[in-house]
């Protein structure tokens, strides 16, 4: 065993390190509209992500990755453990709201050219958020192995499958084998609890410092003028605390009044079920639809693919300084075009899965 | 401007969560849905009824059977306590003989005819499949036997069925659906060794009325007591026949006598009514009997079920339907 080291003082370093980094803490301030009641959808992301990882942590103590055993385990789980069929419904709809806030922080940034120089890393960092949580979903869905999970995700295999050069590649990553079964459950499994909890902390790292040293967009037309600054703790703390009890709250009652959805054990025999795609993907099925056969991959790949690209690129192609929206019409008719075309995308899923009768 | 964002932005994190609360189903699986009421439905007739959107499950033959098709208007109520259905279904003949004894003048023959039953199978413990494939995989008598002669069973042991079995003949009389459950065949032997049927713990069923050598029925409705249920022999009610020369050509007397029901058999509460060329059931039972033998309705969960309809037989042979899905809604 090594010897203790011990400070002149008569404290060990680590003790002093942790004592100057909790006195550098104290004294950090921030602009007082960091979070407040117009500007909040950070602080809620942050506060779903970390509500999905607590449910996450739970749900994972009574799951069992095995096709055989996975869909009675979250049965059991939902159904006869106290508070499970809370713990799980708090995760379905956390992130399910999740997207929506995620997309809603990214519009506000657009609207009001929070990427603009000095933020580009910010909102970069902010884009890749895009790529990292619906692959947690995709992997999800797969968990409690009941038919919707198992045929989506069929769905979703052989459309990851049309992606030219890697798409074969990264299926057979994912599945394991020419079946999806024990592998691809063990896979998803491993990819939704610890590679991809590790990627998305390392983003939120990653933004949360490009925040600290790059600092929060203030009102486009006077970010110029001081701002009112508050201390980090307590108040700013305190307010994502009120944030986080906010939403766990709301989304364990909604959990409660209507449980989150378990279908039925999944077959892999019965190829006549047929899973609607969820309500966050009828865009992205659409342009499937549209684009089929050969030409798949541009609904699948290239159209997605090039929105991140363009999402991402935004802050180095719209490099002038002006923020007001009313000076930036090319930049915001550009996303309304493409927000419009999702949207009639989206109802156009929507009618085909929803509205028209089974054949 | 922040006012106006704000309120956007809250119409559509409502909108979102609306989405996400709101799962649509999926096709595939044909869903039934128990409305809540407060108030329990008194019998076929209530008004309640007409409240509840109604069902067309249609149902298809096996076997000898096979092509022949048909539909069961299903409805289903539920209150805190208790599960109800409706079902309805076209069938041209009130079939209710069930091999009845008639005499002819010389001797006692058994009338043509059986009797049209509905059962209902739900999933106490989870059966492999079930709830994609329906019936179809409850089929699993011992592999010695000959395929045609499996009958209703599940494949393991760990798999178990509930059994609501509506008779017209057999158990009609007493105003319930014969509950029972279903495992793996063969065990314990004997009567078990084709089928993985048992009864709920009770009494029920019927009991055969012939002597022991099986050439005359043993007994008749006792004399002393007006019958309960006109056109059916109750065994309660039955007495032996100690005169057989009483009888004159033409006579008739049931060849089942329903069993007066009790325990978890007699759980399934039955209605029902024949006119206009159809079946009417009502079925009612709690929604947690308490019992290991039952299967425990929680209104949170969507439960897999199946309907079989038999007209005339007595066999397994029936009209079926595919995967049903049972969910309940307030």
């Given at each position: 065993?090594?010897?203790?080291?011990?400070?002149?003082?008569?404290?060990?370093?680590?003790?002093?390190?942790?004592?100057?980094?909790?006195?550098?803490?104290?004294?950090?301030?921030?602009?007082?509209?960091?979070?407040?009641?117009?500007?909040?959808?950070?602080?809620?992301?942050?506060?779903?992500?970390?509500?999905?990882?607590?449910?996450?942590?739970?749900?994972?103590?009574?799951?069992?990755?095995?096709?055989?055993?996975?869909?009675?385990?979250?049965?059991?789980?939902?159904?006869?453990?106290?508070?499970?069929?809370?713990?799980?419904?708090?995760?379905?709809?956390?992130?399910?709201?999740?997207?929506?806030?995620?997309?809603?922080?990214?519009?506000?940034?657009?609207?009001?050219?929070?990427?603009?120089?000095?933020?580009?890393?910010?909102?970069?960092s902010g884009v890749l958020f895009l790529l990292v949580i619906p692959l947690f979903i995709i992997t999800g869905d797969l968990l409690p192995w009941d038919q919707k999970g198992y045929w989506s995700t069929q769905v979703r295999f052989s459309i990851i499958a049309s992606v030219p050069l890697v798409g074969d590649f990264l299926v057979q990553l994912l599945r394991g084998g020419p079946l999806t079964g024990i592998v691809a459950l063990t896979r998803c499994y491993v990819l939704h609890i610890l590679l991809l909890p590790g990627v998305l902390l390392l983003l939120i790292g990653l933004h949360m410092y490009f925040l600290a040293t790059r600092g929060l967009s203030g009102p486009p037309a006077g970010e110029a003028a001081a701002r009112p600054q508050v201390p980090f703790l307590p108040t700013i703390a305190n307010r994502w605390l009120a944030v986080f009890l906010a939403s766990a709250i709301g989304l364990g009652l909604?959990?409660?009044?209507?449980?989150?959805?378990?279908?039925?054990p999944a077959d892999p025999t019965d190829s006549s079920f047929i899973p609607r795609p969820e309500w966050w993907v009828l865009a992205l099925n659409q342009l499937v639809a549209i684009f089929k056969g050969p030409f798949m991959v541009i609904g699948s790949a290239i159209i997605p693919g090039a929105l991140i690209f363009l999402l991402a690129a935004l802050p180095f192609l719209d490099r002038s300084p002006e923020r007001r929206p009313s000076k930036r019409r090319g930049v915001l008719l550009g996303a309304a075009v493409v927000l419009a075309a999702w949207a009639v995308l989206s109802v156009m899923g929507y009618v085909e899965h929803f509205v028209q009768p089974e054949p | 401007?922040?006012?106006?964002?704000?309120?956007?932005?809250?119409?559509?994190?409502?909108?979102?969560?609306?989405?996400?609360?709101?799962?649509?189903?999926?096709?595939?699986?044909?869903?039934?849905?128990?409305?809540?009421?407060?108030?329990?439905?008194?019998?076929?007739?209530?008004?309640?009824?007409?409240?509840?959107?109604?069902?067309?499950?249609?149902?298809?033959?096996?076997?000898?059977?096979?092509?022949?098709?048909?539909?069961?208007?299903?409805?289903?109520?539920?209150?805190?306590?208790?599960?109800?259905?409706?079902?309805?279904?076209?069938?041209?003949?009130?079939?209710?003989?069930?091999?009845?004894?008639?005499?002819?003048?010389?001797?006692?023959?058994?009338?043509?005819?059986?009797?049209?039953?509905?059962?209902?199978?739900?999933?106490?413990?989870?059966?492999?499949?079930?709830?994609?494939?329906?019936?179809?995989?409850?089929?699993?008598?011992?592999?010695?036997?000959?395929?045609?002669?499996?009958?209703?069973?599940?494949?393991?042991?760990?798999?178990?069925?509930?059994?609501?079995?509506?008779?017209?003949?057999?158990?009609?009389?007493?105003?319930?659906?014969?509950?029972?459950?279903?495992?793996?065949?063969?065990?314990?032997?004997?009567?078990?060794?084709?089928?993985?049927?048992?009864?709920?713990?009770?009494?029920?069923?019927?009991?055969k009325n012939e002597t022991p050598d099986g050439s005359r029925p043993l007994y008749m409705q006792d004399p002393a007591r007006r019958p309960s249920v006109p056109g059916f022999l109750l065994r309660e009610e039955a007495v032996p026949i100690l005169d057989y020369s009483r009888f004159k050509a033409g006579d008739v007397i049931p060849y089942r006598l329903p069993v007066k029901p009790d325990g978890s058999r007699f759980d399934v509460k039955a209605a029902s009514r024949y006119a206009e060329g159809r079946w009417t059931v009502m079925l009612s039972r709690r929604l947690n009997t308490g019992r290991e033998d039952d299967v425990v309705f929680d209104p949170r969960k969507r439960f897999s079920f199946a309907i079989a309809v038999f007209d005339d037989t007595g066999g397994d042979h029936s009209k079926t339907t595919r995967s049903l899905v049972l969910v309940f809604k307030r």
């Open positions: 065993m090594s010897e203790v080291q011990v400070h002149a003082a008569g404290q060990r370093p680590s003790a002093a390190a942790a004592r100057e980094g909790c006195g550098r803490l104290l004294r950090v301030r921030v602009p007082a509209d960091a979070i407040c009641w117009h500007r909040f959808f950070g602080a809620l992301q942050l506060a779903l992500i970390g509500l999905l990882f607590l449910t996450g942590v739970l749900m994972a103590l009574a799951y069992t990755p095995v096709p055989g055993t996975a869909y009675d385990s979250v049965d059991y789980f939902q159904f006869s453990l106290p508070f499970g069929d809370v713990v799980r419904g708090v995760h379905h709809y956390a992130w399910n709201l999740l997207l929506v806030v995620m997309a809603l922080h990214l519009l506000r940034a657009l609207v009001l050219g929070a990427y603009k120089a000095p933020r580009q890393p910010v909102w970069v909604a959990a409660r009044l209507w449980p989150a959805p378990l279908g039925d | 401007m922040s006012k106006w964002w704000v309120g956007g932005m809250a119409a559509v994190l409502c909108a979102g969560a609306f989405a996400a609360a709101s799962p649509p189903e999926d096709a595939g699986v044909m869903t039934i849905t128990a409305r809540y009421t407060q108030n329990v439905p008194t019998g076929i007739d209530d008004p309640i009824w007409q409240r509840v959107a109604q069902a067309q499950v249609p149902v298809s033959g096996r076997l000898e059977m096979a092509g022949v098709r048909g539909m069961v208007s299903t409805r289903a109520l539920y209150t805190d306590r208790d599960l109800h259905f409706l079902l309805s279904w076209e069938d041209p003949t009130r079939s209710v003989t069930k091999g009845s004894w008639q005499y002819d003048g010389q001797k006692w023959v058994h009338l043509a005819g059986d009797e049209d039953r509905i059962a209902l199978l739900f999933e106490i413990q989870r059966i492999q499949h079930f709830s994609s494939r329906s019936c179809a995989v409850v089929c699993h008598s011992p592999a010695d036997l000959p395929r045609e002669k499996w009958s209703l069973a599940t494949k393991s042991p760990v798999e178990k069925g509930d059994l609501w079995h509506w008779k017209a003949a057999r158990s009609d009389p007493y105003g319930y659906a014969d509950d029972g459950w279903l495992t793996v065949a063969g065990n314990p032997s004997g009567s078990y060794r084709e089928t993985g049927r048992r009864n709920d713990a009770g009494n029920g069923g019927d009991v």
